[in-house]
């Protein structure tokens, strides 16, 4: 604007009208004179050229400061990179991100599945009678699907928050957990070491003990044993004794005994007694045998009768033949005995 002003506006016109004047006055000069004659319009042309060139200077400076810039720019962002790649915390808290979203996630997805699905088909079923029951299957789809998106979303993001927070605390207190370890280490061998002593020592307290026992029983059984063996050398000493006497005894019994059977079974009065009796009783026995037998019979067929109608007269002659046969047993004691004492 400062080049193109209103006095170089006003100027330049006259400037043309004066070369077209002296030109036209003059057509036998030569194109130097002509070209020295041409008013000097290139200080403005200089300007324009010159400002020209600084603002591509300035520019070019800029753009070479501007990439120098986005050099320096892009090389920190790469080594930042690079050390945050190289970080095991970043890829341990990275690693912890994934793996929770993609546990966490899944479970939310399936969850957000069957939640949705039964949702859109309890909302389907209102619809149902107007649509034919085509509604219930479009609301299971619809529900299932956002129960889906939902349920993967916030369980990746739950996922990836708790797995990020807990890998990152593990990763970053690793040295005390390591400590907290060992130190849980030292107490478990320490005790177990006491623990070990302490058994070791009650094992030879108890081995102390339990030969001081045996070497008692020991002398226990050896002063028993004697007492026994005197005991049973008394009692066999007595025993014999006793066992002589009691044979010699017996024997004599037994002599006298086989005399008095002797004596008894030659005597005539004791041989007709006993035979006497048992033609006694072999008489009265067999009559009252045969008395009881027939008033038995005779009793039971009459008890038999009574329950004839309803077995269809069978009760007649069992009850006579149970009757018959108490009364013979009767009949065979009751004659028996008198027999027997009156023979």
């Keep these: 604007s400062s080049c193109f002003g209103s006095g170089a506006k006003s100027r330049w016109p006259r400037k043309a009208a004066t070369v077209h004047t002296r030109v036209s006055m003059k057509p036998t000069r030569s194109v130097e004179k002509n070209l020295s004659d041409v008013p000097d319009e290139t200080s403005a042309t200089k300007k324009i050229i010159a400002h020209a060139e600084a603002a591509r200077q300035k520019a070019s400076e800029k753009l070479e400061a501007a990439k120098s810039g986005m050099a320096i720019t892009a090389r920190l962002a790469k080594d930042k990179a690079v050390e945050l790649a190289s970080d095991k915390t970043v890829q341990v808290t990275v690693a912890s991100v994934a793996g929770g979203s993609a546990v966490v996630g899944t479970g939310g997805a399936a969850t957000g599945l069957l939640l949705g699905g039964a949702a859109g088909a309890a909302i389907g079923v209102v619809p149902a009678i107007f649509t034919f029951g085509l509604s219930i299957p479009v609301g299971v789809a619809v529900g299932a699907g ?172 069992v009850f006579a033949a149970v009757g018959s046969g108490c009364g013979l047993a009767a009949g065979a004691g009751v004659g028996g005995g008198p027999g027997l004492v009156g023979g």
């Design 146 to 317: 956002s129960g889906l998106v939902l349920g993967g979303a916030m369980g990746t993001t739950m996922g990836a928050a708790a797995g990020g927070a807990t890998g990152y605390g593990a990763y970053t207190k690793r040295a005390e957990i390591a400590s907290f370890i060992d130190k849980i280490k030292a107490k478990a061998t320490e005790t177990f070491g006491k623990g070990k002593a302490a058994a070791a020592d009650a094992k030879a307290k108890a081995a102390v003990k339990l030969d001081a026992a045996k070497s008692k029983a020991v002398d226990s059984f050896t002063l028993v044993k004697e007492h026994v063996v005197a005991h049973v050398t008394v009692a066999k000493g007595k025993a014999a004794a006793v066992f002589g006497s009691a044979k010699d005894q017996a024997a004599q019994a037994a002599q006298a005994t086989k005399v008095k059977s002797l004596e008894i079974m030659t005597d005539r009065t004791v041989q007709v007694t006993a035979a006497s009796a048992s033609g006694g009783a072999a008489a009265l026995g067999a009559g009252g045998a045969a008395a009881g037998f027939a008033t038995g019979g005779a009793i039971g067929a009459a008890v038999g009768v009574v329950p004839a109608l309803f077995t269809f007269g069978l009760s007649i002659p």
